[in-house]
């Protein structure tokens, strides 16, 4: 029998005694009594093979297997029911065992090269040069690994992404920089929302189409005087003797008449030139010689229209607008020459500082004799595109040995920090902090984690990481059923997942107990949701703070009451209490359950079936199979106590037309009924502390978990112990873990 | 037989019109008495197929279509039909569930992919080794297509890191290529560059300034390479191989000039079908500029829980492909088979386009299938797997062809690269060329 609490426990205790056993004697007792009936030889069951684990001599056991080994007993997933309760003293022999074993090889592990994701990407150029870039339908989606996108051994390179990196490095250093000359004078496109034009006309293949006499135009501010450059793209439908014809106006007056000899698919662009003084004026095409001819044989040539594609102002010559980013680089208190605003910039997006030389080869990009503008906006495009910046390089010093552990510098750790908790670059505060290693001292690496979780950018932990983890970005893709849930749209969903964003934030910023998450006393609505939830008094459309009721609290305080949640866990037609107990078992206790075996029996889901009985019912016969019943017992327990949340997350009290069942039994024998029971369990559970440690680990290393850290996060919850921590101290047990402080020095080819 | 299309007919529907002289101008250098290109096209489908209705009827090798496959009537003369494969590396050989990632990573590699939500790995596939040659003489090496993105975060089956169940193309073990999803995107690769509206003096600079700029990274990641461990340097390995490649895509660039007079498709479609067909006639579009000849198409992805309310199945198709023997589920699941048999008649029909004294279909092999047979059972022989056109690459329609139990689907891609003159001894666990093509 498993003490206390319900699905893991035994988190600490490393039996000392059971580090001087002999393995066989220590775990055999066990296998042979419960395991190895099932498991071993050749038809093992499920093809594990405890048989051979009793062969393996001392210090060769697979690691992998002794953890998952570790895990079944400690879910009391395994053994099953049925072969009846392993014999407590042998459990616990057996677990302290297998920790012993899988603790000697502690280390902190070596994660693979990690390039920026998605979100890091666009994060870091905003940070470093002020231009919001999206990149988001553009770049190839992130692969996700362990649950993550910050996943070094996914995060693979395809050539079709490096090339999507230069040509967003080029267009990001335009942005950011903006440099003229006299070939290319500052020029302004006309936005389709600005044109005005004589009637309503249709765009046609992209283009404004004249069918008649007309103009289109655009009423421009000129903030300045000068000499400027007005461009027209435009190509035409020829038809009868001469070419289109268009005038082209400032403020009434015909500046110039054009022939536009252009056809489809061809199109010209055409220029005058002409001084404008300041103010607000009418540029504007005209299109001066409609033709139709319908007698013409050839229909293509019948009708004469004229096609503009775009409008452009450029000027005046001589004049450049210049960013907000080029000002601080360049003026005022940080006045710098080009070679200092380069060095600047590379050590910003290089996250550590740069040597003389590359600082020469960035001054070589633009062309001999350019202005420092321009070789900045070019040496710019070189940094962003290097793998310098795209990867996150933690190089080792050249007299470490391969295979020793070494601390990380400052620079490292002040980069890790920040792609942790910002999902960007690290700000002057921590460069500068790194420069005079000042992060490897404890109380100032805790200061800083302090603050850059109560600082706006954590929200990108928020969004990222809680995201994730909670699998809220999933509602993206969900699609309830139209015809039986009418009411679920696009701003529903935005709201359902900004509810649980906003709690998960508001626990973190305000330094709240992590049990919040799972039984707060308010949470976050607007009016749509509330009104979802039949929650009274919030009316408008943004999101805000609601404490809730006693009552209130008991129907949706936490995140397994959420409709989010509740939604993502769901089948389009019907709830899925199977897909609801995996999720509670994934994301809140970190023990996934087997995947089923091909060629099972699936739920009878006629419409005789589901007349017949409720679904709890069918289930119930579903899981009468042994091979079933190993995991769904407990599957279908935890899905059940959500029971009473429609697939859009509604509240109801029957379903089919049965009423609703929220009780049930848990693998280790506790009775709960309903969500709030199922949450306060869960909130006093040790496993959920560890399993969000581990989740954060994850996220954090951009890898996967070995044996090897287990005993790392062993200490850290042992450190924890049973307090109400809060998850700002949870996210700092994590910073404080080997693994994330120190690496490995990677073997040389 | 079907009457050579009208290009703009064909795509004007889409949101795409293009401008017949200037398709001439963007057509390769290639001479008119030149045969044309061979080429190939893998489309997947994930989840298996009701296979009683995809089967062909009749006991004969001539063609008898059965319902799933029926919308492909107008081009039985160019089908085979190939009945009995497998794909033994989508088993679970100890590896225990995860077949839907399995049979996606496995179907073009015909390697058993690592089980891992890390460091992937797979093996190079059929399309990417044809790319590696083939590829050459185009401005892209090949083209990957889909319609639907990755999943975003979750797991996608069983440990398997979801960027097995993604794609099928793997141009390294590890690299496995991400497809393109939105067809504003496609149009930009095949047609469109940064430098195409700038004036003549401007495009020179860009462009010299572009080989700068990767003259700098190139360096950049060579004196990296010297200082990181062998893990980091496949990565880096990774970045290297892209810049030649963009070196190599901006050499075509430089030789073919600008823009192709396309239109730029102005929208993503807003539905399903409407998406797969767009996507079908870019794809079209990028043979007939010979912008590459080699392309995977991904109707949805390995494991997809699309709904298809339109055919009457608004729950998802892999919960409806756990069938358990349900006829009503049964019929619903082959009503998402026939769907997506007419989507890929639309590929057919936009690829029946004149080229020479022939049409692209002729020279143009498309394989058509699943690595899943029943989506019940996950059983990975019997599977459902057709080739159609390619009359001038000695492929023989018209016949239901029966191979040996056990075959390796590898097989049939040997068979595949070989018409495309890429000559590769093995691939993953073939055993031999598949015979019987002809």
Not at chain 1, 405 to 433: I, V
Not at chain 1, 569 to 578: F, K, Y
Not at chain 2, 80 to 104: E, F, M, Q, Y
Not at chain 2, 106 to 111: A, E, Q, V, W, Y
């Amino acid at each position: 029998m498993l003490p206390h609490t319900f699905l893991a426990a035994l988190l600490a205790p490393l039996a000392a005694g059971a580090r001087a056993q002999d393995p066989v004697s220590a775990i055999a007792p066990l296998l042979k009594a419960s395991c190895v009936e099932c498991h071993s030889g050749a038809d093992a069951e499920g093809e594990v093979r405890l048989d051979a684990v009793l062969e393996t001599k001392a210090g060769e056991h697979d690691l992998a297997l002794l953890r998952s080994i570790a895990a079944e007993l400690r879910s009391g997933r395994m053994p099953p029911r049925k072969a009846g309760r392993p014999d407590a003293a042998h459990l616990a022999l057996a677990l302290g065992w297998i920790d012993a074993e899988l603790s000697r090889a502690s280390d902190p592990g070596r994660p693979t090269l990690r390039r920026l994701n998605r979100r890091e990407y666009e994060n870091s150029v905003a940070d470093l040069c002020g231009v919001r870039f999206d990149t988001q339908g553009w770049f190839p989606p992130d692969e996700v690994g362990y649950g993550f996108d910050s996943i070094g051994d996914v995060l693979s390179m395809p050539d079709v992404l490096l090339e999507k990196y230069v040509v967003a490095a080029e267009r990001i250093a335009a942005q950011a920089i903006l440099v003229a000359d006299a070939d290319n004078p500052w020029s302004v496109r006309v936005p389709d929302s600005a044109i005005v034009h004589t009637e309503k006309f249709t765009t046609h293949d992209g283009a404004w189409s004249l069918h008649s006499y007309g103009f289109v135009g655009v009423d421009h501010e000129f903030e300045r005087a000068g000499e400027y450059l007005l461009r027209v793209r435009a190509w035409a439908n020829q038809a009868g003797p001469e070419p289109a014809r268009m005038d082209l106006k400032l403020a009434g007056n015909v500046l110039g008449r054009i022939d536009v000899t252009a056809e489809r698919g061809a199109p010209q662009v055409h220029e005058l030139r002409t001084r404008i003084k300041a103010g607000k004026q009418r540029f504007s095409v005209w299109f001066v010689n409609d033709f139709y001819n319908p007698d013409e044989p050839d229909k293509k040539k019948r009708d004469r229209n004229l096609y503009v594609e775009w409008l452009e102002i450029a000027g005046p010559l001589g004049w450049t607008p210049e960013t907000d980013f080029q000002k601080q680089l360049f003026s005022g208190a940080n006045r710098r020459n080009a070679r200092e605003g380069v060095e600047h910039l590379a050590e910003r997006a290089w996250r550590r500082p740069v040597t003389a030389s590359e600082v020469d080869r960035l001054m070589r990009i633009a062309p001999r004799g350019a202005k420092h503008d321009r070789i900045v906006r070019d040496a710019l495009v070189a940094i962003l595109a290097s793998p310098n910046f795209l990867f996150r390089l933690e190089r080792d010093p050249s007299n470490t040995k391969p295979l020793t552990q070494r601390a990380l510098n400052g620079y490292e750790l002040a980069t890790r920090l920040s792609y942790f908790l910002w999902s960007t670059l690290p700000d002057e505060t921590l460069q500068k902090l790194a420069a005079k290693d000042r992060l490897l001292d404890e109380p100032v690496l805790e200061a800083q984690v302090r603050r850059m979780l109560r600082d706006a950018r954590s929200g990108e932990f928020v969004r990222n990481f809680a995201g994730q983890w909670l699998q809220l970005r999933a509602l993206e893709r969900v699609a309830p059923d139209a015809s039986r849930f009418p009411d679920f749209d696009d701003a529903l969903r935005a709201s359902m997942r900004a509810e649980t964003e906003l709690l998960f934030e508001a626990v973190l910023r305000e330094d709240r107990a992590l049990r919040e998450l799972l039984d707060p006393d308010f949470t976050f609505l607007d009016e749509r949701l509330a009104a979802h939830y039949g929650i009274e008094g919030v009316s408008g459309p943004h999101m805000r703070r609601v404490p809730l009721d006693p009552l209130q609290r008991a129907v949706r305080g936490g995140v397994l009451q959420q409709a989010s949640v509740l939604v993502v866990t769901s089948n389009p037609t019907r709830t899925s209490p199977v897909k609801r107990g995996k999720w509670v078992l994934e994301t809140l206790l970190g023990s996934p359950p087997l995947a089923p075996q091909p060629g099972v029996d699936t739920l009878d889901e006629s419409p005789q079936a589901t007349a017949a009985a409720s679904l709890r019912e069918r289930l119930s016969q579903h899981r009468a199979k042994t091979e079933c019943a190993v995991c769904h017992d407990q599957l279908d327990s935890l899905g059940f106590a959500l029971e009473n949340y429609d697939p859009v997350g509604r509240w109801r009290n029957e379903a089919d037309g049965f009423p609703i069942d929220s009780s049930g039994e848990l693998a280790d024998g506790t009775r709960l009924d309903g969500a709030a029971a199922l949450e306060r369990k869960l909130a006093a559970d040790p496993a959920f502390v560890r399993c969000l440690a581990e989740k954060l680990a994850i996220y954090a290393l951009g890898r996967g978990l070995r044996p090897e850290d287990a005993p790392g996060l062993d200490a850290l919850a042992a450190s924890l112990g049973g307090r109400d921590i809060t998850l700002q101290e949870l996210v700092l047990a994590v910073v404080r873990l080997d693994a994330f402080r120190r690496t490995v020095v990677a073997e040389k080819p | 037989m079907i009457p050579p299309l009208d290009r703009r007919t064909a795509l004007r529907g889409l949101g795409i019109s293009l401008a017949l002289p200037l398709l001439e101008r963007m057509s390769p250098a290639r001479a008119s008495t030149e045969p044309a290109p061979r080429r190939a096209v893998f489309v997947y489908v994930p989840n298996g197929v009701h296979m009683s209705d995809w089967r062909p009827r009749g006991e004969d090798e001539a063609l008898e279509l059965g319902p799933t496959l029926e919308p492909l009537a107008p081009w039985r003369d160019s089908l085979l039909v190939i009945s009995g494969l497998t794909h033994d590396k989508a088993r679970p050989h100890g590896d225990g569930p995860g077949d839907h990632a399995r049979s996606a990573g496995s179907f073009l590699t015909g390697c058993q992919p690592k089980k891992t939500d890390g460091p992937i790995q797979a093996g190079v596939s059929a399309d990417q080794l044809a790319a590696r040659e083939i590829g050459n003489a185009t401005r892209l090496r090949s083209l990957e297509l889909g319609c639907e993105p990755g999943r975003l975060g979750g797991q996608c089956d069983s440990g398997y890191s979801c960027a097995y169940s993604n794609t099928i193309s793997w141009s390294s073990p590890h690299v496995p290529l991400p497809k393109e999803t939105d067809p504003r995107l496609v149009f930009d690769r095949l047609f469109r560059d940064d430098t195409s509206e700038l004036p003549e003096a401007l495009r020179d600079e860009h462009r010299r300034r572009r080989r700068s700029v990767l003259d700098f990274v190139r360096d950049d990641a060579k004196r990296l390479a010297g200082q990181l461990g062998v893990s980091d340097r496949r990565k880096l390995d990774e970045y290297e191989s892209g810049v030649r490649e963009l070196e190599r895509r901006i050499a075509f660039l430089e030789q073919r000039g600008r823009d192709a007079g396309f239109q730029r498709p102005s929208e993503l479609p807003d539905n399903y079908a409407d998406l797969a067909r767009l996507q079908s006639d870019l794809l079209a579009l990028a043979f007939e500029t010979d912008s590459t000849r080699v392309a995977t198409f991904l109707l949805a992805n390995e494991g997809s829980g699309r709904s298809y309310p339109a055919l009457g199945a608004p729950e998802g198709h892999h919960e409806l492909s756990h069938h358990g023997g349900d006829p009503e589920k049964l019929r619903k699941i082959a009503a998402i088979n026939r769907h997506h048999i007419e989507l890929f008649a639309h590929l057919l029909q936009a690829l029946s386009r004149k080229e020479g004294e022939s049409t692209l279909l002729d020279s143009t092999m498309l394989a058509y299938g699943s690595g899943i047979s029943d989506g019940d059972r996950h059983n990975h022989d019997d599977l459902p797997l057709l080739l159609a056109g390619g009359r001038n690459c000695d492929v023989r329609g018209g016949r239901h062809l029966r191979v040996a139990p056990e075959t390796p689907c590898a097989n049939l891609w040997l068979a595949v690269l070989e018409r495309l003159r890429v000559s590769v001894p093995a691939l993953g666990d073939s055993t031999g060329r598949l015979d019987g093509l002809a």
